[in-house]
Nanobody, 122 residues
């Protein structure tokens, strides 16, 4: 199971980024989550899309700004991040989640991708 996250970068507050999570060697037919870890903080769940794409979840401070999606033809999941804030600065990780239902608990991660750094300047 290999996940490749990309799309991070340095932006100013209010700008947008789209993160991608591409799966290789397997079909991304899993519940997929995005997590982030800011310096000195624990890794936290940010957003999740369930296996059948019927349900999505967002942590409170990203609701209305972030959108998770999946393109099955491209075997890739995305996190569209709009109206970025300095407090969104973190390394972002995508992951497959054990089971069908979303979870923001890193203990329920089946496989991690490598992180991509998002830096939002004020």
């Amino acid at each position: 199971v290999q996940l490749q996250a990309s799309g991070g970068g340095l932006v100013q507050a209010g700008e947008s980024l789209r993160l991608s999570c591409a799966a290789s060697r397997f079909t991304l037919d899993y519940t997929v989550g995005w997590f982030r870890q800011a310096p000195g903080k624990e890794r936290e769940g940010v957003s999740c899309i369930e296996k059948d794409d019927s349900t999505t979840y967002y942590v409170d401070d990203t609701k209305g700004r972030f959108t998770i999606s999946r393109d099955k033809a491209k075997n890739t999941a995305y996190l569209q991040m709009d109206s970025l804030k300095p407090e969104d600065t973190a390394v972002y990780f995508c992951a497959t989640i054990k089971g069908t239902y979303c979870s923001g608990d890193p203990h329920f991660v089946y496989s991690w991708g490598q992180g991509t750094l998002v830096t939002v300047s004020s």
